[in-house]
T-cell receptor
Framework: SQQGEEDPQALSIQEGENATMNCSYK?????LQWYRQNSGRGLVHLIL?????REKHSGRLRVTLDTSKKSSSLLITASRAADTASYFC??????????FGAGTRLFVKA | DSGVTQTPKHLITATGQRVTLRCSPR?????VYWYQQSLDQGLQFLIQ???????AKGNILERFSAQQFPDLHSELNLSSLELGDSALYFC???????????FGNGTRLTVT
């Protein structure tokens, strides 16, 4: 995508391990959000971090934002088989909402 | 349940045809967004409406058009369909630009 990138494209881990996925972008943002998509379904909002925040937690999720590097990471701790899904980062530049890349496909093996 | 309703769930049509996809946003949400997701691809932003007016435009083809009605539901019209238009089309809604999006379950369009 011309707006940003996510990596890795795919990640396979064992249940109980942590999963980290990254997202980089190119423009100034108001906030950055992470979404999960189970196969063929609509996206579900996970967490939103504003441009003036550096870290945010929600349950087993931890998101960091580095606006100087224009990057964000999503950490899922103690992963479960149910976490198997695609994860997308999504940034808001104040009106033009883009989800970029093909996301990170996470597979958690039981 | 996100509260966003998309119909139909599945649509199979032939090349050259025209279809209309419908979206009812979550109650209270004024913004509606349309996205296209092709096989193994990320979501491509098509267009956004806010309270009936077009707010932002993304990678939407000229063969595609959309509108948001006074009751805030939205329709995406796809015409002169090509095989490459086969995809999942998602609608999402939000209260405002700084709020999370709520996605429908999508319409799977197959062009044969």
């Amino acid at each position: 995508s011309q707006q940003g990138e996510e990596d890795p494209q795919a990640l396979s881990i064992q249940e109980g391990e942590n999963a980290t996925m990254n997202c980089s972008y190119k423009t100034s943002i108001n906030n950055l959000q992470w979404y999960r998509q189970n196969s063929g379904r609509g996206l579900v909002h996970l967490i939103l971090i504003r441009s003036n925040e550096r870290e945010k937690h929600s349950g087993r999720l931890r998101v960091t934002l580095d606006t100087s590097k224009k990057s964000s990471s999503l950490l899922i701790t103690a992963s479960r088989a149910a976490d198997t899904a695609s994860y997308f980062c999504f940034f808001d530049t104040g009106g033009f909402k883009t989800i970029f890349g093909a996301g990170t496909r996470l597979f958690v093996k039981a | 349940d996100s509260g966003v309703t998309q119909t139909p769930k599945h649509l199979i049509t032939a090349t050259g045809q025209r279809v209309t996809l419908r979206c009812s946003p979550r109650s209270g949400d004024l913004s509606v967004y349309w996205y296209q997701q092709s096989l193994d691809q990320g979501l491509q932003f098509l267009i956004q409406y806010y309270n009936g007016e077009e707010r932002a435009k993304g990678n939407i083809l000229e063969r595609f058009s959309a509108q948001q009605f006074p009751d805030l539901h939205s329709e995406l019209n796809l015409s002169s369909l090509e095989l490459g238009d086969s995809a999942l089309y998602f609608c999402a809604s939000s209260v405002d630009n700084n709020s999370p999006l709520h996605f429908g379950n999508g319409t799977r369009l197959t062009v044969t």
